[in-house]
């Protein structure tokens, strides 16, 4: 796009951003309106909306921020395209959502802000948003939803679980992504999450899920599961994964049931004859959130490529957790004491590393902050998108 038209969008957005409470009133409005004028629509969504109003408004957000880097922006489209296949999104779904997105943008911004000048440069956007996801949407004849059983479901902390499925036909994932997962007692509401092993032709598949307080979802996942429920899984998403080509060895952050994905990775590495060096740190607040240890230390002790440094940010599990801790094998790496990121940074600035983090958004940018204090280049650095 031409810089006139961006800075058009991003003088917009930001006016409309900082006069209704951070953009939160368009976004409600934007579905209020399309609701009305396309009431079928309203069953591809959430019978509760507010979590679906703040991703539109951060992904809008993520669009405008980045219009002068079209390959990040046509990037993160792609993978919105994907995400979208599982409500079955055709071109008449696009035509109804652009046009009630200019209509509420115009109706908050007035006819002093809202020129003829913004009006193309937003059209232009949005038609370049719809193109992109479009393509993608119609570019493979993969499913654009997955179905698998539950076979296993085991508490391992009080807010969280390990939940084993066999999905009706295999998917192929990456080890490192992520896929929206639906549950039947909530219906159309879908939580991300990674795939904790590495795809197989089997079709099975495991995941690592934390309640979240307050989430509408996880409580359901990690307490309301039993054996032979029937949940939905969309595409994968995402680019976490070992990149061979740089030549470097890897470090691995992960927080909580942030391993998963990079557990997907080391697991799938064990498979391969040649491997860099991995450095593994996974932390939690106590002790016994360091729930998937011994799985770790296992792999570590049959793969020499491979280190793991528990971390906690306590040296004792709080009183309601019973279970003895793990006894740290010959060979191993004791566990440490202190913050995630400040230990990390502690063993120097991993320059020479690519580098991989996955946890909460503060939590990985928390440890982003401290490796860059220590000095190490962010470009090294990849997580997920925070949003």
């Not at 409470?21 to 934007?30: A, Q």
């Not at 992904?59 to 046509?74: C, G």
């Not at 006819?111 to 937003?122: H, P």
């Not at 983090?357 to 090294?380: C, E, F, H, W």
Request: charged share 20%; glycine share 8%; hydrophobic share 40%.
């Amino acid at each position: 796009m031409e810089s006139t038209a961006v800075s058009h969008i991003r003088t917009t957005f930001k006016a409309l951003a900082a006069a209704d409470d951070g953009g939160i009133g368009v976004t409600r409005s934007f579905y209020s309106i399309l609701f009305a004028k396309y009431p079928g629509m309203r069953e591809i969504f959430p019978a509760v909306m507010e979590m679906q109003a703040d991703r539109l408004l951060d992904a809008i957000a993520y669009i405008v921020e980045n219009l002068d880097d079209m390959d990040k922006v046509q990037s993160f489209l792609v993978q919105l395209g994907r995400d979208h296949r599982r409500y079955g999104i055709t071109e008449d779904h696009f035509i109804a959502v652009g046009g009630t997105l200019i209509a509420t943008l115009e109706r908050f911004a007035g006819t002093e802000l809202w020129t003829e000048e913004v009006d193309l440069a937003w059209r232009e956007a949005i038609a370049l948003i719809a193109a992109v996801m479009l393509g993608e949407i119609n570019a493979s004849d993969a499913p654009g939803v997955w179905t698998g059983t539950v076979v296993e479901h085991k508490q391992v902390l009080q807010d969280v679980a390990i939940v084993r499925l066999q999905l009706d036909q295999p998917m192929s994932y990456g080890a490192g992504q992520y896929v929206g997962v639906s549950v039947p007692s909530r219906p159309r509401m879908w939580r991300y999450l990674s795939p904790a092993i590495p795809a197989n032709d089997a079709g099975q598949i495991e995941f690592h899920i934390r309640r979240v307080a307050g989430g509408w979802v996880s409580p359901a996942m990690v307490r309301g599961v039993t054996p032979g429920e029937r949940w939905n899984l969309s595409a994968p998403l995402g680019s976490l994964g070992v990149d061979r080509t740089t030549g470097r060895d890897q470090l691995m952050i992960a927080s909580g049931t942030g391993i998963a994905p990079l557990r997907a990775q080391i697991m799938e590495m064990a498979m391969r004859g040649n491997n860099p060096r991995v450095h593994l740190f996974v932390g939690g607040t106590y002790p016994c959130d360091l729930y998937d240890l011994e799985t770790l230390w296992q792999l570590a002790r049959t793969n020499p490529w491979l280190t793991v440094i528990p971390v906690s940010e306590e040296t004792v599990n709080p009183w309601w957790h019973t279970d003895p801790a793990p006894v740290t094998p010959p060979g191993m790496s004791e566990r440490l004491t202190g913050k995630l990121g400040e230990v990390v940074a502690e063993f120097g600035a991993w320059e020479d590393r690519d580098i991989q983090i996955v946890g909460s958004p503060s939590t990985v940018q928390t440890i982003k902050y401290r490796l860059q204090a220590k000095g190490t280049p962010m470009d090294n650095v990849r997580h997920d998108p925070l949003f």
